[in-house]
């Protein structure tokens, strides 16, 4: 017998297409109710961005963060790295916060950092600024892999099409751009926010639950607000009480139980740092005027750090009730969980903080993974009302609306990377200046010892692991009252020194070798402009945006007009002259 032709003629091969193509196309109220959030594998031609496309993605742009961007808080200098730099090396500066009066730091959050740093310093020996960027490259690492499992999450509970706009959001984010390798428990709150979710999705409740705690124990107490819906789920509508209690057990164990002990040998006392910060934010002294913001604050950094992504995210309630009122029957999977429960975490967070006075930055740090979903499925809802009323045929509301989403991402893609470009131009001149000090330092000769000096700009101070073996950073009195952190001690009877205002923190001008300074004469009239002394002489100078400069032109970065409209303020390395003495008669 001859084989059978497995070849299809040319009319059955076009028949067979023109048969596909008519039952492709489905009534367009089916295919909304039918396909709108389910997982995505009845999405017609999605383009789904496999987990190493996902990974090189964002380790892109977090590697590049560790990089080249500057530390925009002194909190993450004086209360992380310097701490850290004292446990390698015996030397830092300390401030209150580390006093056993209040213990509001964890040495174990510090030792998570210290160890892995410790271990490459023996093993390589690389100098003190290689060991700073090392733990920077650590945390983008760690940052990486927390939001490539969110991803994945998000697919599986929300489709594709969601999950791909999440991951878009999250990497050209300015806001990830400073938070992913951010020093701060906060930012190591974050991580584990994408672990949460992450693990909540893929129906691992006990394992949320248990990182929900690891969360709260480690990083920082506000982080329970986090886990609140995963519990409830869990205890109140599936009745797991044993399950959850526990998972909380196992948290204590394996979590809390090192916390106390490390913390406790550190402060010589029982301390329980989660405790003692939940304690000091409800008290008098919570709310520093540094610290004071008005109400509006966090709507003006959410806009900055994820521009029209963050108003999307706000109107994410609402669009939901729309499509839900239009689409009577269940769209979504029975599996998955309410939106009240996946996306309300994001309005209980920010309600709590805007309450109150004290605000930061990196207070939203924990939620920047619910701002990216919640914003992913308000462009994925205006992409059904789009269908609904406008388009009303056609084959899938995704591939019909296609256009819609890549123009809200596409301007959210551009804005951000300008905010990006924004803060590193502004800011850059500070790791400049610091970093020149390794080629100083290769240039002295018979130089034991190196008195590097600051003023005005002790806030602009990255670290001690910028400064060269046998240098030593020293603070000069500004001609304002401020709080200066001071050396560690071991002596408690020392603690009044971390406040600022004690006269030995300071040293006299007369003692400095090198300098760091800058001339904004703006700043106060009191201040004086080193670098037009004749004692000294700029070696390196740079420049960083001046903060008077008009808001929406420092913002974001437009080439030639951001320069032009932006005033700047040289920052200058000053390198003592030594005078010869004149001879006596």
Request: hydrophobic share 45%; glycine share 4%.
């Given at each position: ?102 213990a509001l730091k964890s040495y174990f959050y ?381 002596d408690e009877a020392q603690m009044a020194k ?88």
């Open positions: 017998m001859p084989p059978r032709n497995r070849t299809l003629s040319k009319q059955q091969r076009s028949g067979k297409q023109s048969k596909d193509k008519k039952e492709k196309k489905v009534p367009d109220e089916a295919t909304l109710r039918k396909n709108y959030g389910n997982s995505g594998t009845e999405e017609p031609a999605v383009f789904y961005l496999t987990p190493t496309v996902a990974f090189k993605a964002i380790f892109c742009f977090r590697i590049i963060s560790a990089i080249w961007l500057h530390i925009s808080d002194p909190d993450e200098t004086f209360n992380y790295w310097e701490p850290s730099h004292n446990l390698l090396f015996n030397y830092g500066f300390q401030t209150w916060e580390y006093t056993p009066e209040y510090l030792l998570i950092h210290a160890v892995p740093a410790w271990i490459y310093y023996e093993l390589f020996h690389p100098t003190r600024v290689l060991l700073f960027y090392f733990i920077r490259c650590f945390l983008a690492a760690i940052c990486t892999f927390s939001e490539l499992l969110f991803y994945k999450g998000v697919c599986r509970e929300f489709g594709i099409h969601i999950g791909r706009m999440t991951l878009i959001i999250l990497i050209f984010s300015p806001g990830m751009f400073v938070a992913g390798t951010a020093f701060l428990p906060s930012s190591f709150c974050m991580y584990i926010t994408f672990l949460i979710m992450a693990s909540w999705f893929y129906k691992k409740r006990a394992l949320a639950v248990f990182l929900s705690f690891v969360s709260v124990f480690i990083s920082w107490s506000f982080s329970l607000l986090v886990g609140l819906p995963i519990g409830y789920e869990m205890v109140v509508l599936k009745k797991k009480r044993q399950t959850f209690l526990n998972y909380f057990l196992l948290s204590f164990l394996t979590a809390l139980v090192p916390v106390l002990d490390t913390d406790s040998a550190y402060y010589g006392k029982l301390t329980f740092v989660s405790w003692n910060v939940l304690k000091h934010s409800f008290s008098n002294s919570a709310n520093p005027d540094p610290f004071y913001k008005p109400w509006y604050f966090y709507l003006v950094n959410g806009f900055l750090n994820f521009n029209v992504c963050f108003v999307l995210a706000l109107f994410t309630p609402y669009l939901v009730i729309w499509i839900q009122k239009i689409l009577p029957k269940k769209p979504r999977n029975e599996d998955s969980y309410p939106y009240k429960l996946s996306l309300g975490v994001l309005y209980l967070w920010l309600l709590i903080f805007a309450a109150r006075t004290a605000k930061k930055e990196q207070f939203l740090f924990p939620v920047y993974p619910l701002i990216a979903l919640n914003a992913a499925v308000s462009i994925d809802a205006l992409q059904v009302l789009w269908f609904k009323y406008f388009i009303k045929k056609g084959y899938h509301y995704t591939r019909s609306t296609i256009k819609l989403a890549f123009m809200i991402i596409l301007c959210y893609c551009v804005l951000g990377l300008s905010r990006m470009m924004a803060s590193y131009k502004a800011s850059h001149a500070t790791m400049d200046i610091f970093i020149q000090l390794s080629n100083v330092n290769k240039n002295l000769t018979g130089k034991t010892n190196v008195n590097l000096c600051i003023e005005k700009e002790w806030e602009r101070f990255p670290s001690s692991y910028f400064l060269p073996d046998k240098w030593k950073m020293n603070f000069i009195k500004p001609p304002f009252n401020n709080e200066i952190p001071g050396y560690y001690v071991e971390f406040i600022g205002k004690e006269k030995s923190i300071y040293v006299d001008i007369d003692h400095c070798d090198y300098l760091i300074d800058s001339d904004n004469k703006a700043a106060s009239k009191n201040e004086f402009l080193y670098s037009s002394h004749r004692n000294w002489t700029a070696i390196y100078s740079s420049k960083y945006l001046d903060e008077r400069s008009p808001w929406l032109s420092r913002s974001f970065y437009i080439p030639t007009i951001w320069e032009s409209k932006c005033n700047f303020v040289p920052f200058h390395l000053l390198k003592r002259n030594r005078f010869p003495r004149k001879k006596s008669k």
